[in-house]
């Protein structure tokens, strides 16, 4: 799965060697006119990628730029999962599509099935309420209980929408995938009939906004290190940069977390900083030792670094270093 359709283009032109994938789903529709030319140019693009859609513009958007394609463009119908139980007025969930009921998806399919330089290839239902909201919140047992009702009540509702829907569209169009599920969602979603491929990223590298999920446990697989340069007062160091804030609502639970050694803190009046980063416990600590900070979700790590040092064996070692798309010059948004 890739977030843009530049990206996407990139992994399947691959490198003399070949693509570096051939089977993308672009997980957002894009409006980049230049990108989708270029898709529907290029045989090999348009046969290993599926961009996503919700509403006609969408189909307009890519038949504008491909009035004559080398072969149809595959576009997948993204589904609204939020749950509802009073109407839009009481919404759980995020703002993605606009495509919500059984009709709604058909009226989309019939859509595209009537455009010849399109190709109905899946459906996309991704539930963000119930797979990256954690229903185990430390200190607050009140809400975790509220929460996990919430998260039950909808996943009772989506999962009979999801299949209402699924077979709503098989009957204009046959496809060739549904794709459902998240990191927190993965153990329910793959009961459901209707989903045919599960979608998981963040959790892979266990970042600590995945920590307090009962349905699963995992263990921290991706940590970055800051040295100490500076020891400003008794009990305090001062680590170089660190400042790298997850992407959501502004609380602190998109700061990363101080994790090794252990006992440290932020200082409350700086936190994590973009150039300096003050931790408060740490009187053993020395300029030129490291500390070890989890990321609080999956993409500050490559969006900061270059390459990620791949670790195994006792005593660890480093047993192989690949880049990140900084590394390979790539920026996508």
Known sequence: MAYTLPEALWLAAGTPDGPLSDDILVGYPT????????????PLLARSITVMVDDPHHLDLITRANPDPVRPIKVCIDI?????????????GTHRSPVRTPAQAAALARAVTRRPQLQLDGIMAYEAQIAGVGDAPPGHPAYGHALRW????????????RAAVVRAVQDIA????V???????????ARERAVTELGAGSGLYQPRLFDHYRGFTAT?????????????APGVATALGGGYLASGTADCQRLP????PAGLSFSPTEGAGEVQTPLIGAGALAIGDRVWMRHAKAGELCERFTELHLVDGAPPQVAASVPTYRGEGQAFL
């Open 174 to 177: 046959d496809i060739r995938f």
């Open 80 to 92: 609204d999962t939020s749950w509802q139980p009073l109407g839009p007025r009481l919404r759980f």
């Open 220 to 232: 921290p697989a991706a940590l970055f290190a800051l040295p100490v340069v500076r020891r400003p």
């Open 150 to 161: 919430f998260q039950h009540r909808s996943r009772i509702e989506l999962a009979r929408r």
């Open 257 to 260: 977390q101080p994790y090794l």
């Open 179 to 189: 794709n459902g599920g998240g990191t927190g969602s993965l153990h329910t979603t």
């Open 31 to 42: 409006a980049d006119t230049r990108a989708l030319a270029r898709l529907g140019r290029e």
